[in-house]
T-cell receptor, first 114, second 119 residues
Framework: AQSVTQPDIHITVSEGASLELRCNYS??????LFWYVQSPGQGLQLLLK??????LVQGIKGFEAEFKRSQSSFNLRKPSVHWSDAAEYFC????????????FGSGTRLSIRP | GAVVSQHPSRVICKSGTSVKIECRSL??????MFWYRQFPKQSLMLMAT?????????EQGVEKDKFLINHASLTLSTLTVTSAHPEDSSFYIC???????????????FGPGTRLTVT
């Protein structure tokens, strides 16, 4: 079965500290992996995506994610968080070249401690 | 990048009335659009897949007669919530699928969402 698991519902980190948000997936075909961010009451903004190539992907706002096939993981990282990073983060998996749907994880809410 | 718009961004309606939400791909053609619903503090749940010129495909548990989807052109899909009730209050997000002609790669671009409140 296709699924995305984000094991952390809520994470709080201090401003300036490093961040890692976990994501594990189960997908039958070659996955297309995404991280989205959503601020309260807003739509989704794509942070980064991965299909092939270098397993360390750079995204916007200083975020990066590393694809580890052996662990079926696609964790999101940022070396130093800012108060404006407080938001909901969604990991998602989808097909590369078909009309099939994107499957979203349950999300991780990130709070920043001043 | 490709832009998807939704209208309205917020709507309040009375129980029993119908509400129409539009989703437009502004600078590309989308043969496939998707409609999602998001309840507070929850993830996005796919409601239906909308294909231009054909009937929408609904996910299990989504009432097709209540959530009418029309994808009449390559740039517009509409979701009509019929006989709305307070439990239909939610954040509705659409996405449009673009195919890159050179690679065949599929990308989905998300709209900003529509906040529906039924009183």
């Amino acid at each position: 079965a296709q699924s995305v698991t984000q094991p952390d519902i809520h994470i709080t980190v201090s401003e300036g500290a490093s961040l890692e948000l976990r994501c594990n997936y189960s997908y039958g075909a070659t996955p297309y992996l995404f991280w989205y961010v959503q601020s309260p009451g807003q739509g989704l903004q794509l942070l980064l995506k991965y299909f092939s190539g270098d397993t360390l992907v750079q995204g916007i706002k200083g975020f990066e994610a590393e694809f580890k096939r052996s662990q079926s993981s696609f964790n999101l990282r940022k070396p130093s968080v800012h108060w404006s990073d407080a938001a909901e983060y969604f990991c998602a998996v989808g097909p590369y070249s078909s009309a099939s749907k994107i499957i979203f994880g349950s999300g991780t809410r990130l709070s920043i401690r001043p | 990048g490709a832009v998807v718009s939704q209208h309205p961004s917020r709507v309040i309606c009375k129980s029993g009335t119908s509400v129409k939400i539009e989703c437009r791909s502004l600078d590309f053609q989308a043969t496939t659009m998707f409609w999602y619903r998001q309840f507070p503090k929850q993830s996005l749940m796919l409601m239906a897949t909308s294909n231009e010129g054909s009937k929408a495909t609904y996910e299990q548990g989504v009432e097709k007669d209540k959530f009418l989807i029309n994808h009449a052109s390559l740039t517009l899909s509409t979701l009509t919530v019929t006989s709305a009730h307070p439990e239909d209050s939610s954040f509705y997000i659409c996405s449009a699928r673009a195919i890159h002609p050179g690679t065949g790669r599929s990308e989905q671009y998300f709209g900003p969402g529509t906040r529906l409140t039924v009183t």
